[in-house]
């Protein structure tokens, strides 16, 4: 369902929607879905939350999202105090953030950004995608109470452009 509803983008690469699932018995087997944006297109992660909301998963599902992992090609900025990635050929801006499993690459972007590195792409988990899909669906409903305008990314990695 999930991977049916992300194959539907239009910025999706349909051919790349792959589910993998793990062997096991009975209906709950857990899986990874991957998939890329078509060639010259980014991935509108509102979009893809209202597709998904828009099946089955938005209801009384048990179905859980474990994490959204994105690999972002940008330009980092700083706003202020704040970090943001300004994805390529968009008006997406993500705010950088802090993952609690991985809490020296946030510190180590900010170190090579000082020092004037080109960084180049910034990967990381979407906050608040995680949990039952309805409760995630509707926690990152624009207009949720205390929604964000910006998402965040906590990053576990990032590229650094070859001198």
Known sequence: MARDAIARQYDVDKNSVILFCEVGKGDYRPGTITFHAKKGRSIDLEKMRESIAATRLSGGTNMRVVSLTLTVAGDVVAGGPELLLRVSG??????????????????????????????????????????????????????????????????????????
């Open 90 to 163: 968009t008006g997406q801006e993500l705010l950088l953030g802090e993952d609690p499993d991985q809490k020296e690459e946030l510190q180590r972007l900010r170190e090579a950004q000082r020092k004037g590195a080109k960084i180049t792409s910034v990967t990381g988990h979407v906050q608040g995608w995680n949990g039952r899909f309805p409760d995630v669906l509707k926690a990152m409903a624009p207009d949720a109470p205390g929604g964000r305008k910006r998402p965040v990314l906590l990053v576990t990695d990032f590229e650094v452009a070859q001198k």
